[in-house]
């Protein structure tokens, strides 16, 4: 079976894809999160079944988990976290993503970033993966969406 996945390259396995918001990330490489130890054991997790799973990341997020972790005055996680980005699959935000996108916004009650990511989730027939709850319940509204509590459960 091949996956049909909008902008995945032809003729690739099918794999389960998650695209990942800045909340797990942000939550990763700051220890005194509330959620740093599951963040971790979901990486983990996908890391163990990476020949199954494809990670989808919009830049958007990357931008956001590097402004958070920046305010916080954590640039060496601002450069981890880039750096463990480059295995996963980076979607910009160009003009064909923004058309694609934009009809998503309207079904949703998001900002513009979590409406970005929502949909980039849509458009990669992926499980949105997020600790925001808002975020969570409205993306639900056009894609599959789970905390990485509720993907470590079910694994």
Avoid at 9 to 17: C, T
Avoid at 103 to 108: A, D, V
Avoid at 121 to 142: G, N, P, V, Y
């Amino acid at each position: 079976m091949t996956t049909n996945t909008p902008g995945a390259p032809e003729g690739l396995p099918h794999r389960k894809n998650f695209v990942v918001d800045a909340s797990v990330f942000v939550s990763v490489f700051a220890e005194a999160d509330t959620h740093h130890s599951a963040s971790r054991a979901f990486f983990h997790l996908l890391e163990e079944q990476s020949k199954n799973v494809a990670v989808i990341v919009s830049a958007i997020t990357l931008l956001e988990t590097a402004n958070v972790l920046s305010r916080y005055g954590r640039l060496a996680a601002v450069d981890q976290a880039l750096a463990h980005a480059r295995s996963f699959l980076l979607i910009a935000a160009d003009q064909s993503f923004i058309e694609q996108a934009v009809p998503y916004f309207g079904l949703m009650r998001l900002k513009t970033a979590d409406a970005v990511i929502a949909a980039c989730a849509a458009l990669h027939d992926a499980t949105l993966i997020t600790w925001d709850m808002q975020l969570l319940r409205e993306a639900r509204k056009i894609t599959r969406a789970e905390t990485p509590k509720a993907v470590l459960i079910e694994s």
